[in-house]
């Protein structure tokens, strides 16, 4: 998992379309005065559900509210936003009432990757 918190840290990244999709994201939280209350996270493949609790705190494949998860039949996915982008999957978790975000990226082609699997599940994608 690759943690972004500023325009510096995302010039680090190599592809254009993901360095661009995250570089308006940053923007955004900056004209709302959300700059310091916006964390995203570029997903990697192998990410589990305990790098998420790592790095994060929490995991996307936990209801938190009905402590559901992935695979159970009552599954709700607890984000607040998903959008669909060429090659990317964009999830947003608010926290709090202060206007705190996390913005998942999750790669669409990463077929091997629970949370894309989880994203095509309830974004919709190939097979579903």
Known sequence: ??????AQDARKLT???LRALVQGHLITA??????DLTCIAVVQPADSAQTF????GFSPFQ???TETRFGDPDFIPAWDWLEVHPGWYELIFTVGDDGFA???LVPS????SDLTRLCERYGGGAGF
């Not at 609790?53 to 994060?56: G, M, Q, T, V, Y």
């Open 1 to 6: 998992m690759i943690t972004i918190y500023n």
């Open 15 to 17: 592809d254009p379309a």
């Open 30 to 35: 900056k004209e709302n005065g959300l700059e």
């Open 53 to 56: 609790i790592d790095e994060l």
């Open 63 to 65: 209801n938190p509210l």
């Open 102 to 104: 996390y913005i998942l």
């Open 109 to 112: 082609e990463a077929k091997e």
